[in-house]
């Protein structure tokens, strides 16, 4: 399920994400979208947390955003390309550490 989440908020993150603009969403939105991932996540797992369920969601969550990262990389698009990866880190780091 967090690969799933991963792969649609990384491509929605990517037609929102343009310019400079872009790293001010991934700062304000990173650690909400991560948020939004461990409720989802805590109602499908039915409130099960620990080390396992965390590298889970870290692994997956890296996954989910690895295509859109490539497809970004490959167009020439780098600034769009780190933009993405710091929105991903953000999500990630979040999820991971609620998960605890």
Same mark, same amino acid.
């Given at each position: 399920m967090t690969l799933l989440l991963t792969l649609g908020l990384g491509f929605l993150f990517r037609i929102v994400s343009f310019g400079f603009l872009g790293f001010f969403l991934?700062?304000?939105l990173?650690?909400?979208a991560g948020e939004l991932m461990v409720? $989802? +996540?805590?109602r499908l797992t039915r409130a099960k947390r620990g080390k396992s369920v965390q590298l889970? $969601?870290?692994s997956c969550g890296f996954l989910g955003f690895l295509p859109w990262t490539v497809d970004l990389y490959l167009r020439?698009? +780098?600034?769009?390309m +780190?933009? +993405?990866v710091f929105f991903a880190v953000l999500v990630v780091m979040t999820a991971m550490?609620?998960?605890r």
């Open positions: 991934a700062f304000i990173g650690p909400l409720r $989802v +996540l805590d889970t $969601v870290g020439g698009g +780098l600034y769009s +780190l933009t +993405l550490r609620r998960m």
